[in-house]
């Protein structure tokens, strides 16, 4: 009686077999060029192809999920708190030179030493603060709001700013004694 032999790999992996190579054994994928060594080209077919749109399904992870394609509404919104900033900046040495004072004691100290390092530390604080809010949009601030409603916030509480310091420059606004 013959027993026929029961083979110790699966059995679809003999209909895709090549000839000349050993059943069970893979061949080393190492030999390949390296993928990663071409940065430039991922870093254009991602711009391009982004596979990263969305966030995992299981959104209670505490683990960051980083996403490679954002929305648009997070571009403006960051753009136009950067634009904001470089206009409260102007705004900000122009009430300076007329007569009035900086509330803020850090901007305080680098505006009268220097309008420049002022500058530079403002914007650099701000696109900071900007690019990390877009990197974690999609997460709650303290678990209760999320990022990306407080990079809103934020620009509403700029343009607000801007709009007082164009009151200012306006001059005191005499109100009418009842």
Known sequence: MMRLMR???????LAHRRPGTTPGVTRE???QPDRRRRLWWSVLYG????????L???????????????AAHLLAA???IVLLCVVDA???VVLLSGGADEVNPVMAALIYRSVAVFTVFKMGMTSVGVVFMVFVARYRFMRVVRVELVLHTVLIVYMSLIGYEIRMLRGPVDLPIL
């Open 78 to 80: 960051a753009l136009g």
């Open 7 to 13: 083979p110790n790999f699966p059995i679809h992996r």
């Open 90 to 92: 102007f705004l900000t």
């Open 47 to 54: 711009n391009f192809n982004p596979r990263r749109r969305t």
């Open 29 to 31: 994928r190492r030999d």
């Open 56 to 70: 995992p399904r299981r959104l209670d992870d505490s683990r960051f999920h980083s996403l490679d394609w954002y």
